[in-house]
């Protein structure tokens, strides 16, 4: 026991000693250079020296530690010395004080070597038996003081370990903030040197290394407050290292991490004046669509879809073949790749008509609308994101609108309006308001096509806001006059309006109520619909909302009274 509290303290103090000194080297004036290289060595020992566990101790049993300490203290003294000469120009001659720096800086100099091949040799940590006990991982409950201990002998590991504990070490790390999450990561953050040891382990040769540190980046990647500090210390550069020449895990593991960097757009010149877009093109391009690389190929895909948010860099990677290759991508066979490439296709396509018709050019819009082909082979998902790229794409495009029609878009939106998952039935739903929004002549088509007794279908829905986009889009499609008629054929249709419109006060209820009035409205226009609802049961609800002062309620009333009028009138004349 006496042992050990010896060597502590001949540790604390050789560190003590290390540090006054280098404190002290920067109030020296006179040969500053001399004394920032010998400041250097300094504290490259202190980081080992500071690594170094409270179990490992210069000890009888450690008698190589404790020579190196020994030595060391003795080179402190003398550093000492001569920088208090150096302070008060005490020294007889420049020359003279010159060589003695050089001398203290060799000796430091193998001070350094001596100890960073003992901790690194293959026997020193199995020689200290209690440090080969790795440090039990804290429970739930256990204290901030528990946690960061246990962290930082996972950092002593990573900094002075052999190769296979570094691994250990990695993986321990890893495990640890993926199930505890932010309360590890942060105390691990404050560690001083943490950060810099990961990105030292990201350049390794050794594989496992390199890919257990990427695991542990990206979890760290996914806290906005930590990436900036990874981005800061110059993350960047060795992820697209790992892209360019790491292995398949490591690329996958790279592209996870860069994901997360780019989601803040800030981010994305710095990836991209590291060569990261070329890297990235290079992987969407490359083989391996079709089978486990599909996974890579869609991330990549994914991050390069943050990266166009810089309209240079969407210049950039448009004239580097973008366009052509992610059309590509939607033809493969790969999930994840054909939904990554639709939704690159759309964000290319956002606010620039010049892309947007490169798109059209490339045949995009035809290689869209096959997705959404019932008797093709693509998931749901993709389907979904087909619809919102297509919608994307064509707005404001009389040119594109007239390819929807030949490419027999309408029919597929039909199709799964009738038979779909109910996720892209709303989808589908979507497009078709979106369809019938955009001029006349659609919504003549859509009427003829058999498009409303299957929106008619969605007005009683359980999702609120598919009930409402089915009465906005029936209230645009019934503003033509052939579809009133078309719409007032089906006997059940009027009265299944008027008994869907809630004459009581509800929040959250008027938005609808006023697409299914405006429905009402435009009925009332048509003879065959004017009778319909004046004969209908139900049309005590419209009453109500009139005695109630809802406008267009009353407008239908005096609509209706007018029309009875008139046909009152008529009766009398012709009596």
Known sequence: MVEEITGNLRLRQATDQLSSLSLLSHSIKVFSSKWKLIRNKVDQILSILSSLPPQIQPSPENLTLSAIIHSIQQTTDYSNTLAHKCIQHSYTGKLLMQSDLDIIFVKFDNNLNSLSELVNSDGFFLSNANYAIVVSRPGPAASRDDIKFYVKDLLCRFKIGRLEMKKQALVSFTQVIQEEGERYVKIAMELDGLVHVLLKFLNSKEVGIQEEALKSVAVICGFDSYK??????????????VLETGSDLGKELSTRCLMKVTANSDNAWSVSAHGGASALLKICGGSGCDDAGGELV????????????????????????????????????????????????????????????LIVNEGGIRVLVRVLDPKSSYSSKAREKSMRAIMSLCSDSIGCMNSLKTYGFMDHILHFLHDGEVSIQESALRAASWL????????????????????????????????EIAAETLSNMVVVPRNQKRFVQNDQNVNFLLQL????????????????????????????????????????????????????????????SSNRFRSMIRGIWHS
């Not at 900036?228 to 290292?241: D, E, H, M, N």
């Not at 929040?507 to 003879?527: D, P, T």
């Not at 065959?528 to 009353?554: F, T």
């Open 436 to 467: 019938c929004g955009t001029s006349d002549e659609f919504k003549k088509a859509m009427g003829d096509a058999g498009f409303m007794p299957e929106i008619v279908k969605f007005l009683d829905a359980k999702s609120f806001e598919a009930r």
């Open 228 to 241: 900036s500090v990874l981005v800061g210390i110059g993350i960047v550069a060795p992820l697209i290292r």
């Open 501 to 560: 419109i809630d004459p009581t006060p509800s929040e959250g209820n008027s938005g609808n109520r006023k697409h299914l009035l405006s429905i009402i409205m435009s009925l009332s226009f048509c003879n065959d619909g004017r009778k319909k609802i004046i004969s209908s049961g139900y049309l005590k609800n419209i009453e109500k909302l009139a005695e109630d002062q809802v406008l267009d309620a009353k407008k239908i009333v005096r609509n209706l």
């Open 298 to 357: 869609g991330l990549a895909c994914g991050v390069l879809r943050n990266l166009i948010g810089v309209d240079e860099i969407k210049r950039f990677v448009v004239d580097e073949g973008a366009i052509p290759m992610s059309i590509k991508l939607v033809r493969s066979k790969n999930e994840a790749s054909q939904i990554s490439a639709i939704d690159f296709i759309e964000v290319m396509a956002s606010g620039n008509e010049y892309v947007r018709g």
